[in-house]
């Protein structure tokens, strides 16, 4: 399974932007998807996931009503969408995904895109 994160980018705090997470090799379909970001000096953090049945969701209380995932199982996508961006969303965003199928595990990880906002 390979994941390409993009849509990263460089933006002022108050804009929006849209990531994106291409999955190759496996279907997204039945399968959990994570977003995840790291900031420079901070451990790894869980942002927002898609879980394996598609419908149900779940949230970073940081970023709980301004950012939202999707997926689109044809597309083999999922999507982030993150609204008010603020400086402290600054991080280097990666998605991931289970080996197994309903598991709320992440094994497999993109190569993650930078997203930079500036106050």
């Known amino acids: 399974v390979q994941l390409q994160a993009s849509g990263g980018g460089l933006v002022q705090a108050g804009d929006s932007l849209r990531l994106s997470c291409v999955a190759s090799g496996r279907t997204i379909n039945g399968f959990h998807m994570g977003w995840f970001r790291q900031a420079p000096g901070k451990d790894r953090e869980f942002v927002s996931a898609s879980k394996w049945s598609g419908i149900s969701t779940e949230y970073a209380d940081s970023v709980k009503g301004r950012f939202t995932i999707s997926r689109d199982n044809l597309k083999n996508t999922v999507y982030l969408q993150m609204n008010s961006l603020k400086p402290e969303d600054t991080a280097v965003y990666f998605c991931?995904?289970?080996?197994?199928?309903?598991?709320?595990?992440?094994?497999?990880w993109g190569q993650g895109t930078q997203v930079t906002v500036s106050s």
């Open positions: 991931a995904t289970a080996r197994f199928p309903y598991r709320a595990e992440y094994d497999y």
